[in-house]
T-cell receptor
Framework: DAGVTQSPTHLIKTRGQHVTLRCSPI?????VSWYQQVLGQGPQFIFQ???????GRGNFPDRFSARQFPNYSSELNVNALLLGDSALYLC???????????FGSGTQLSVL | EDQVTQSPEALRLQEGESSSLNCSYT??????LFWYRQDPGKGPEFLFT???AGEEKEKERLKATLTKKESFLHITAPKPEDSATYLC?????????????FGQGTILTVHP
């Protein structure tokens, strides 16, 4: 079975631009969470979606938004990019509301 | 606010030299403590979940233990393939199930 897949794997943007990152969870998983990992630090929680509804939000500005589709895939959108948004963006899925998270390999975003 | 601190930041071992990684945590109420392994350029890979003080779990050369304030990841007779960043995370009882608070990680290097 395929694991969590994310696209693209790498992305270069300039300040002020908008970016959309995509995530496909493991087949049968209904929960998707997004994390930001800055180099040298642990991942930081951004959002969780379960059954297409937002169930949790971390301390990120409103420039960050996400949604989950009927097939449980998800998008993370970031507007008005800043240099500090450069990071590895990780998507994780779980089979239920109280199950361990399986992470994808991430999207490496560089903002110039 | 939930906090996780890992020590040491980096650890260099010779093959076969056993050691321990520490994870100290502060959380309003602990639902679970998680250990993940992360290789360069990849997402975190799940290792263990611990739920209550006194609990222990083992997998190959790794053993995780939990007290009310900290967790240890013991590595017995490590091999070069154990080299990775080891991440500790907590999940609080009053947050969404997809939200983990991570420490900054311990970078483990095992020399042959």
């Amino acid at each position: 079975d395929a694991g969590v897949t994310q696209s693209p794997t790498h992305l270069i943007k300039t300040r002020g631009q908008h970016v959309t990152l995509r995530c496909s969870p493991i087949s049968g998983h209904k929960s998707v969470s997004w994390y930001q990992q800055v180099l040298g630090q642990g991942p930081q929680f951004i959002f969780q979606y379960y059954e297409k509804e937002e169930r949790g939000r971390g301390n990120f500005p409103d420039r960050f938004s996400a949604r989950q589709f009927p097939n449980y895939s998800s998008e993370l959108n970031v507007n008005a990019l800043l240099l500090g948004d450069s990071a590895l963006y990780l998507c994780a899925s779980s089979g239920g509301y109280n199950e361990k998270l399986f992470f994808g390999s991430g999207t490496q975003l560089s903002v110039l | 606010e939930d906090q996780v601190t890992q020590s040491p930041e980096a650890l260099r071992l010779q093959e076969g030299e056993s050691s321990s990684l520490n994870c100290s945590y502060t959380v309003s109420g602990l639902r679970g403590l998680f250990w993940y392994r992360q290789d360069p350029g990849k997402g975190p890979e799940f290792l263990f979940t611990l739920y209550s003080a006194g609990e222990e779990k083992e997998k190959e050369r790794l053993k995780a233990t939990l007290t009310k304030k900290e967790s240890f990841l013991h590595i017995t007779a490590p091999k070069p393939e154990d080299s990775a960043t080891y991440l500790c995370a907590v999940q609080a009882v009053d947050t969404s199930y997809g939200k983990l608070t991570f420490g900054q990680g311990t970078i483990l290097t095992v020399h042959p």
